[in-house]
Nanobody, 128 residues
Framework: QVHLVESGGDSVQAGGSLRLSCAVSGFNWMSRPWCMGWFRQAPGKKREMVAT???????TYQNSVKGRFTISQDKARSTIDLQMSDLNFDDSGMYYCASDRRWAYCVGDSLQEHNTDWGQGTQVTVTQ
């Protein structure tokens, strides 16, 4: 089973930047297709997709983060990273790394709660 550990969360002023990393273990990147992503959850709100990436390096983003966030894979470090810039208050929340258990490219129903492994989360707080 894949193991995911997030890091990089912090408190930052609006307009600032952060880089989150998800350390991925228990998985051989070359062995099969994969779909992974970053989600976030603010207090009192549902967990929402922020960005996804698969082994074809197809990337998708929530509309509110397009042009500000970049998801990438670092094969050498075995991480899925999320570079975030021009942060605003609405970007605050617990950020979770996710891996689809079905080992396929990202498609419309990928990374649903019941088909996904999750990390423990890392907190991002944007102050005004």
């Amino acid at each position: 089973q894949v193991h995911l550990v997030e890091s990089g969360g912090d408190s930052v002023q609006a307009g600032g930047s952060l880089r989150l990393s998800c350390a991925v273990s228990g998985f051989n990147w070359m062995s099969r297709p994969w779909c992974m992503g970053w989600f976030r959850q603010a207090p009192g709100k549902k967990r929402e997709m922020v960005a996804t990436i698969d082994n074809q390096f197809l990337k998708t983003y929530q509309n509110s983060v397009k042009g500000r966030f970049t998801i990438s894979q670092d094969k050498a470090r075995s991480t899925i990273d999320l570079q975030m810039s021009d942060l605003n208050f609405d970007d605050s929340g617990m950020y979770y790394c996710a891996s689809d258990r079905r080992w396929a490219y990202c498609v419309g129903d990928s990374l649903q709660e019941h088909n996904t492994d999750w990390g423990q989360g890392t907190q991002v707080t944007v102050t005004q």
